[in-house]
């Protein structure tokens, strides 16, 4: 045995002088139950996204709405929705669908089943995580809605109503689709959140990821620090993923307005772990798309 | 030419000014407007008559972009009339108060209204092509091809056919405003309201753009036009109105105004102007 202490003191951090068990860590990394754990934790996160992505996006037409009442709503919400833990949210949510019976109907479902899925995602838990975590997101979202929309310049609103246009059609055709390309970078940070916030879901005991690992195994085998690592594993496996995409639909939508040939040159790595050199952004002017020329 | 001095609206009721105010393409009654505690239009009164240009000058702050703004309602007013071809726009009359007409009506009427802008507006994530087809295929429900063939037309007649798949960041501001005319005039506008159109432009490229304001002149196009382009003025206009701090000081044909303006303003301003550009 080697008997330096640097090595030593290393080996134990790893090791735990043997009693950490990273053969198990192999062995379960990729079981069965687990990888279905990740497709729930995708499935919930991609869903509460989308949902909470319209929650803001009502949340904006609320707060700028005429009525007093509807603008009073959509504070009041914003304020009592970011003003509470997540975990309370799903919590609560979780027992006072209990409460008024709800989840008796979610219960007789089985979606995932239905899927093919041999773990139990019990669907009425399901519901109430991805009822929390949609409205939770769409507090967050309604002020990324807001800075977007109200980024772009009044004129291009007036200039489509010049031409006979309504504020509905203005807004679809005109002012949403230039809003959209200042919305994707903080809607992808909100996404990076939403795939981790999802693991608050295991205290309702929804099937996701932590729960198919850690809450599952570790106890029955005694080794929740290796369970834990292999969550972590998956978190950053996804969370990963998502930034190359997420830095892909960037580049699409050239939100920086960076010449294409310049960031061409850029390898994907360097983009991620952030090493290359910072360009000069000229900044953000409101132009179209540049690719094609 | 004596200055237009209208009577007031009030003694005429909701059912004959549809038929006498219907000759004219606008008929402005005495508009007043308000921002905020700021009495910005002080009863303005004007009329346009269909195929007539009329080009507004006055110093900034006179109220002359904001009366123009008033004509599509962009701008609400708080007392007086606007009526284009007799239809009453932005409001409908109800016992003799103006009550906010509703989306619908107000886009339509405005459908019928070409506006070009200081800082043109053209909408940066679609191409030359797809800004002039927007409004047609949008609002008229227009085929796109045919809105496509008609748009094509359009930017050939403003010298732009070869630039129809430019995004507007990569065209120069005369060409960018000479689109957004193009888009303005897809809609086949029965009248043209141009705000400073050349203001925000460089001044070699004021000229194409004023061309193309001239052709649409010269088109039998009825015009309102802001502007402090005098030569323009000189030229196309068949009446130049003097607005100052709110209220239409002086108005006439180009000649009388430019050679022997009768008001102490008028002659201050134009002073001010002609000498600007010696």
């Given amino acids: ?62 707060r700028r709405s005429r009525l007093r009442i509807l603008r009073l709503f959509g504070g009041t919400y914003v304020l009592l929705v970011r003003g509470t833990p997540l975990l309370v949210q799903i919590l609560f949510l979780s027992v006072f669908l209990q409460i008024i019976h709800v989840d008796r109907f979610f219960a007789s479902m089985d ?108 106890p029955a085998l005694g080794a929740t620090l290796e369970f834990l690592v292999i969550a972590s594993f998956w978190y950053l496996l996804l969370t990963t993923g998502w ?32 090493t290359r050199e910072p360009a000069t952004v000229p900044g953000l002017a409101p132009v179209g798309p540049t690719l094609e020329h | 030419m004596a200055t237009d001095s209208e009577q007031s609206p009030s003694n005429q009721s909701a059912g004959d000014v549809g038929t006498s105010t219907a000759a004219y393409m606008v008929d402005a009654q005495d508009v007043h407007k308000y921002f905020h505690n700021n009495e910005v239009l002080r009863g303005v009164s004007m009329k346009i008559k ?13 109220g002359k972009t904001t009366f123009l703004r008033c004509i ?36 339509h009427m405005r459908s019928e209204i070409g506006m070009v802008f200081q800082r043109f507006n053209l909408f940066p994530h679609m191409t030359a092509l797809q800004n002039v087809m927007e409004a047609p295929v949008q609002v008229k429900g227009q085929a796109p091809e045919e809105a496509e063939r008609r748009a094509r037309e359009l930017l050939a007649k403003v010298g732009l056919a070869e630039k129809a798949d430019a995004y507007p ?49 010269l088109e039998g196009m009825t015009m309102m036009v ?9 030229d196309v206009a068949d009446r130049v109105v003097f607005m100052d701090g709110g209220v239409i000081v002086e108005e006439g044909k180009p000649a009388d105004i430019f050679s022997n303006p009768r008001e102490e303003r008028t002659r201050g301003f134009l002073r001010k102007v002609l000498e600007a550009h010696e």
């Fill in chain 1, 1 to 62: 045995m080697n008997t330096n202490p640097i090595v030593k003191f290393f080996e134990y951090l790893f090791t735990l002088n043997g009693a950490f068990r990273w053969d198990l860590v192999f062995k379960y990394i990729f079981n069965g139950y687990i990888v279905q754990g990740v497709v729930v934790t995708i499935f919930l996160a991609l869903l509460a996204q989308l949902i909470g992505s319209l929650i803001g996006l009502l949340l904006y037409f609320l």
């Fill in chain 1, 111 to 218: 979606l995932f089943g239905a899927l093919g899925f041999t773990i139990q995602v019990p669907f009425d838990a399901f519901f109430a995580a991805l009822a929390a975590l949609s409205l939770n997101e769409g507090a967050y979202m309604a002020e990324i809605v807001r800075a977007g929309i109200d980024s772009i310049d009044t004129g291009q609103m007036e200039a489509a109503k010049s031409l006979g246009m309504t504020y509905g059609v203005a807004m679809r055709r005109i002012v949403l689709p230039q809003a959209l390309r200042v919305i994707v970078p903080p809607l992808g940070n909100e996404f990076n959140g939403m795939l981790k916030n999802t693991s608050l879901a295991y205290a309702i005991s929804v099937s996701e990821l932590l729960y198919t690992s850690y809450k599952t195994f570790g």
């Fill in chain 2, 50 to 62: 269909k195929g007539e240009v009329v080009v507004v000058i006055g110093p900034s702050g006179s």
């Fill in chain 2, 226 to 234: 802001v502007t402090h382009e005098m030569s323009f003025a000189r």
């Fill in chain 1, 243 to 274: 930034s190359i995409v997420q830095s892909w639909l960037e580049r699409r939508l050239n939100v920086s307005n960076i010449d294409p040939a310049q960031l061409a040159k850029v390898k994907w790595w360097s983009r991620l772990l952030g």
């Fill in chain 2, 72 to 107: 599509n309602h962009l701008e609400k007013i708080n007392k007086g009339r606007i009526y284009i071809e007799g239809e009453l726009i932005g409001y409908r009359e109800e016992d003799g108060k103006l009550i906010e007409d509703s989306e619908k009506n107000i886009a």
């Fill in chain 2, 169 to 217: 960041a990569r065209l120069s501001g005369g060409q960018q405003q000479r689109v957004a005319i193009a888009r303005a005039l897809a809609m086949d506008p029965k009248l043209m309201l141009f705000d400073e159109a050349t203001s925000a432009l460089d001044p070699e490229l004021v000229g194409e753009v004023l061309k193309v304001m001239r052709q649409l002149a």
